[in-house]
């Protein structure tokens, strides 16, 4: 692949979400787009988020080192970031206000394959408000050119 052509791709989202005893899927199918630039992988699309009428701008940032950032800008940003077995704090601006949130990473594994470009991305982790854990989160991710 081309350093800094953007490629189309599929992409699906699963993501299984455990807060307190309740349990919640979410499923996104969309088409998006794949760029390499230097040893960063970006993948880039929109989202349709509850009670945001316009799409969500996400990228998914795949580094070199196999650390994960999810980047949501709009009117809702956040920048999740993963590093394995460690807690990475962040802000999450809404339309209501700002709140500190904190991720803890308890697993995640990044495969990526050529001909067709395509990926895994697996990712457990705890998502903590403040110092308050408010849930338990698995997602999966996958793309294809």
Not at 69 to 93: H, P
Request: charged share 25%; glycine share 6%; hydrophobic share 35%.
């Amino acid at each position: 692949m081309d350093e800094k052509t953007a490629v189309p791709i599929a992409i699906k989202i699963q993501t299984k979400v455990f807060q307190n005893d309740d349990f919640s899927e979410h499923i996104i199918e969309t088409t998006g787009q794949m760029i390499r630039i230097k040893d960063v992988l970006y993948l880039r699309y929109n989202e349709e988020m509850d009670g945001i009428q316009s799409k969500v701008p996400v990228t998914i940032k795949i580094m070199s080192d196999g650390q994960v950032q999810l980047i949501r800008s709009g009117d809702v940003r956040m920048k999740l970031r993963f590093v394995y077995q460690e807690k990475q704090e962040t802000i999450y601006n809404t339309p209501y206000g700002m709140m500190d949130i904190a991720t803890f990473t308890n697993n995640m594994r990044v495969s990526l394959r050529d001909k067709p470009y395509s990926g895994d991305v697996t990712i457990d982790y705890d998502l903590f408000g403040g110092s308050e854990k408010m849930g338990v989160y698995h997602m999966e991710l996958s793309f294809t050119t």
